[in-house]
Each structure stands twice: as structure tokens, then as C-alpha cells.
């Protein structure tokens, strides 16, 4: 274990469901990503929150809406999603300072299927 | 463009051996670079960082090293064991302005066979 938990693990929904992913790190830490995983495709970068606020928005469609209420909660608000946004979304926190410092450790991720 | 090229895309070995996985990155400005484990079912968990002026480093069985005037790296395992199956991932990041962007690999799938 990292010390980064989300849930659910798996989830399925339809195109007009409304859901929403956490994640909870116990680290102390005090930045957040959020980042999508599909397969054969790289990581890509999300959202990122420093001191609970969103530092960085990777050009993500509006049906992706994170939420940051504090510094050891993460939530990623989903709705009307499309087939193609399935895919493992994966959390990770770090701490935010010299560079080589912030590693991320992540969370195990959510699998998402879209129906 | 910002980009991280894996090679090979996947590699199937014997328990016991040796295996080099490559990374090419044109990732600028460069700030360090690090590989990742991920386990089928899990999140990455880091294996190093190296910065500008690191050529190698080792954790364990694994050991990374960075070219940056060719921006190459490699991760070499030692003597492999079937834990070891995963993919690896190598992570550029970008450093500007305070801001620390990483840009991903598609990873290397590695097999470790008994």
C-alpha cells in the first residue's frame, strides 16, 4: 500500500449516470493529480491541485469536474460520459517543493467502463 | 513536441536474466527524469529519479541510467525474478516557471517467465 486509497475500484455506468470517484491520501502531502490511463496509450495528466487549489487543467472535457476540499481528499465528478472515456483513472499525491522531491505515489485506480 | 518513446513495447524473458529497457525523451526544458513499476491491477510505484547531472542509479537490482546530451535513458534489470513481470514507465518532467509537468511514456510490458 502507498498510503493513497480510492474507491470505488470498479465501476460501470451508463452515458447519463452521474458519479463520482475519491481519493484519500494519508501522507501528508500537499498536491493531488488525478490522471487518465487507456489502454496501449501513455498516462495523461489530469487535473493537478497544490494547496487545494487547481493548478493545472490538461485540457480536459467539462464532464470531467475534480473537487479538492482539502488537502487529503480528492474527488473526480462524473457525468454524461462517453464510451470512450473508459479507462483506469488514477490518483496520486506528493509533496510539492524541489522537484526531485515530488515523487508521486499513487493510488491503485479506478477501471471505468462506459456503457 | 514533448514526447517519451518506449522501446521495446514489450519483452518476455527468462527468470534469472538480464534485461535492458530504453527511453527516449525530447522533453524540454528538462528537469529529471524517473521510472516507474506498474503492477497489472495497481498504480505505478517509483523506482528512481535522476537529475541533469546524474548518469547512474541504482536501487536494487535495477539500475537507471540517464545520457542527457543524447536524452536517452535505460533501466537494466539484474538477474530477474518473476515479480518483476510488469510494465515500466519512464516519466519526463518538465520544469518552467515553478510549474513540474511530467509527460509519460506508453511503458515497456515485461514478462518474466519461470
Known amino acids: 500500500e502507498t498510503g493513497v486509497t480510492q474507491t470505488p475500484r470498479h465501476l460501470v455506468m451508463g452515458m447519463t449516470n452521474k458519479k463520482s470517484l475519491k481519493c484519500e491520501q494519508h501522507?501528508?502531502?500537499?498536491?493531488m493529480y488525478w490522471y487518465k490511463q487507456s489502454a496501449k496509450k501513455p498516462l495523461e495528466l489530469m487535473f493537478v491541485y497544490s494547496l487545494e487549489e487547481r493548478v493545472e487543467n490538461n485540457s480536459v472535457p467539462s464532464r470531467f469536474s475534480p473537487e479538492c476540499p482539502n488537502s487529503s481528499h480528492l474527488f473526480l465528478h462524473l457525468h454524461t460520459l462517453q464510451p470512450e472515456d473508459s479507462a483506469l483513472y488514477l490518483c496520486?499525491?506528493?509533496?510539492?517543493?524541489?522537484?526531485?522531491?515530488?515523487?508521486?505515489?499513487f493510488g491503485p485506480g479506478t477501471r471505468l467502463l462506459v456503457l | 513536441k514533448n514526447q517519451v518513446e518506449q522501446s521495446p513495447q514489450s519483452l518476455i524473458i527468462l527468470e534469472g536474466k538480464n534485461c535492458t529497457l530504453q527511453c527516449n525523451y525530447t522533453v524540454s526544458p528538462f528537469s529529471n527524469l524517473r521510472w516507474y513499476k506498474q503492477d497489472t491491477g495497481r498504480g505505478p510505484v517509483s523506482l528512481t529519479i535522476m537529475t541533469f547531472s546524474e548518469n547512474t542509479k541504482s536501487n536494487g537490482r535495477y539500475t537507471a541510467t540517464l545520457d542527457a546530451d543524447t536524452k536517452q535513458s535505460s533501466l537494466h534489470i539484474t538477474a530477474s525474478q518473476l515479480s518483476d513481470s510488469a510494465s515500466y514507465i519512464c516519466v519526463v518532467i518538465r520544469g518552467f516557471g515553478g510549474s513540474y509537468i511530467p509527460t509519460f511514456g506508453r511503458g515497456t510490458s515485461l514478462i518474466v517467465h519461470p
Open positions: 496520486a499525491s506528493s509533496r510539492e517543493g524541489h522537484p526531485t522531491q515530488e515523487t508521486q505515489y
Open positions: 501522507l501528508g502531502h500537499n498536491a
